[in-house]
């Protein structure tokens, strides 16, 4: 394989490649957390901007307001002419990926159209399928014969390589290593600096948490960590927390 045979920086919606100035559309980002910022920097990366973002209100997010104004929330965008805009998702998530997920399944339903990005530091080889709202943050490498379902994202730096299938509404953490032809399940999390090794499945809901070497199939919703990964125990103390942590991250708290 050589790096001119790679495909470096992209922009598209549902699985082909099309630039957004020829399609004439607005884009609009929903959420203003963490997420949302490194999604912003991405888009100025590729030469694009967003008129605005949608949240709850116009308080406490992480986007400066000089560089992303309030445009209104969820009801203000469903009476919007969902023909003239492109969403780009920006609810992160640390483990619960069901805000980010309903978000997209809303608004899809309403007949709008997430943007899948790479940033233009991420090397993407040609046959590389994203799925609509994908998302490929910078640093990335995504090998021949991968597909990322929708509304997932491959966050900083992961590296997925050959033949790895991920399935939609996940969140590769930053930092994540998926050696050959890994499967993972809907709405799974890997933490950051994960590792998984070849032909692993991971059943959809599953968590694994930061730092993890996973050497065996992990069953749906099953929570697993640990060199090598092991079933965690789930501490009710620190639900609050937990949920704390979420409310904070995503700026909204529908689904905290
Ligand atoms: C897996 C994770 C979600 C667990 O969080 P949690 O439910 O709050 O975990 P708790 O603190 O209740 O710990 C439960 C048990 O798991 C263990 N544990 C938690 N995180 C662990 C980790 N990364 N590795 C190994 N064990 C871990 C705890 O020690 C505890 O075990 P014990 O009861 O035997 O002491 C969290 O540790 C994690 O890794 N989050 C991912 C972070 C991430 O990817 N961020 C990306 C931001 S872009």
Not at 144 to 173: F, K, Q
Not at 229 to 238: F, K, V
Request: aromatic share 4%; hydrophobic share 40%; charged share 20%.
């Amino acid at each position: 394989m050589n790096v001119s045979d790679l495909r470096i920086g992209s922009i598209g919606v549902n699985e082909g490649i099309s630039p957004v100035e020829e399609l004439g559309r607005v884009i609009l980002m929903v959420g203003a957390g963490g997420h949302a910022v490194s999604l912003l920097a991405a888009l100025k990366a590729l030469g694009l901007s967003t008129a605005g973002s949608i949240r709850p209100g116009d308080g406490g997010s992480q986007l400066r307001p000089d560089s992303l104004p309030w445009l209104g929330d969820d009801e203000f965008l469903s009476r919007l002419d969902s023909r003239k805009f492109l969403l780009i998702n920006g609810i992160g998530s640390v483990a619960d990926l069901t805000l980010r997920r309903t978000v997209f399944e809303r608004f899809r339903a309403e007949g709008f159209t997430f943007l899948s990005v790479s940033h233009p530091s991420s090397i993407v080889e040609k046959d590389v399928v994203l799925g609509e709202g994908a998302q490929v943050m910078a640093g990335v490498i995504l090998q021949t014969g991968v597909r990322i379902g929708a509304n997932s994202i491959v966050n900083t730096g992961a590296i997925v390589d050959h033949g790895c299938e991920i399935g939609e509404h996940v969140h590769l953490a930053p930092g994540v290593c998926l050696s050959g032809n890994v499967r993972i399940g809907h709405s799974t999390h890997v933490g950051t600096g994960a590792t998984i090794i070849q032909g692993v499945k991971i059943g959809a809901g599953a968590v694994v948490a930061a730092g993890a070497v996973v050497t065996a199939d992990v069953a749906p919703r099953q929570r697993v960590g640990g060199v090598p990964a092991r079933e965690l125990n789930n501490r009710s103390e620190n639900e609050g927390r937990r949920s704390a942590e979420f409310a904070e991250l995503y700026i909204d708290k529908r689904g905290a």
